[in-house]
């Protein structure tokens, strides 16, 4: 029974990067987030019905439309999208990371609460359905929403049903969160590419099977991470690290000797040495 569950998994896993290599390979542009968000919920939805959830983001959109009007200002485009997608739609958020099923979109879009970096892929691509560009922002301690019209940048706070957040706030917000040991920085408020987004969704996922023990569905975020950002030495270094877990020693090897080639100094790198050393163990023993 074990191996069947992991074979599945593997399946999973397996779908997932293709879908997501598969988008990332295509000119820049000619992708969006929630196509992005929907390749990664693969990894819980092998068979996913991506249609059925772009319809919902459809019909969300056309909602928004209506309680926009002809607003053009960003606070009162973002009022009228926030009141689709939280009073019309239903849509909740959960700050804590509880479960996957907060990081998935098509269980968002089903009525699981959403993390605020996912209530950010709904709220940006309800917001291209109404002819409004938004931007995510990957603030140290909130996930945030940007705006810019004539030369002027707008934020807006997921967390709290989108509301309208000043430089200043943030600026107070970064300093209670982390005690006064964190600086503000303006660089903290520019925007980040969409393949950045769909890289912090996978990182919340990862962290959530890691504590579960759950290993096989932690390489498989691991292996989503690599396939945004190859060279990521942390998640060479996890990738590594979990296939040891798993006991595929030679796999986890050449994940460790990948790591010192390119971070022989690196801070973790006795750490991996250590390991690297466990795994030849291993597989001399296998």
Not at 107 to 133: D, H, K, N, W, Y
Not at 190 to 198: D, E, F, M, V, Y
Not at 243 to 271: K, M, Q, T
């Amino acid at each position: 029974m074990r191996s069947y569950i992991v074979q599945g998994k593997a399946t999973m896993s397996r779908n997932a990067i293709e879908a997501l290599d598969e988008l990332l390979s295509r000119p820049e542009g000619s992708w969006n987030l929630a196509e992005g968000a929907l390749a990664i919920a693969r990894l819980e939805q092998p068979n996913l019905d991506e249609p059925r959830y772009i319809a919902m983001l459809d019909a969300l959109g056309r909602r928004a439309r209506r309680h926009v009007g002809e607003a053009r200002h960003p606070r009162f485009v973002a009022a009228g999208i926030a009141r689709a997608m939280f009073w019309d739609g239903h849509i909740a958020c959960e700050e804590a990371l509880d479960t996957s099923e907060h990081c998935l979109l098509d269980r968002v879009l089903e009525g699981a609460p959403a993390t605020p970096t996912m209530l950010a892929v709904i709220f940006i691509e309800v917001g291209r359905r109404c002819g409004f560009r938004f931007e995510g922002v990957g603030f140290p301690s909130r996930f945030l929403v940007r705006r810019d019209v004539y030369d002027r940048a707008c934020f807006f706070d997921p967390l709290h049903k989108c509301r309208p957040i000043s430089a200043e706030e943030c600026r107070e917000l970064l300093e209670s969160s982390s005690g006064g040991r964190k600086q503000f920085r303006e660089g903290f408020l520019r925007p980040i590419t969409s393949a950045q987004i769909l890289a912090r969704i996978v990182a919340d996922l990862k962290s959530i099977y890691w504590r579960r023990a759950d290993h096989a569905r932690a390489l498989a975020a691991i292996k989503l991470l690599l396939t945004i950002r190859p060279d990521d030495p942390r998640e060479i270094r996890d990738h590594g690290r979990v296939l040891l877990l798993l006991e595929r020693f030679a796999e986890a090897i050449a994940s460790f000797e990948r790591y010192l080639s390119h971070n022989p100094r690196g801070e973790d790198a006795d750490v991996v040495r250590m390991l690297l050393r466990e795994a030849r163990a291993g597989h001399t023993l296998g």
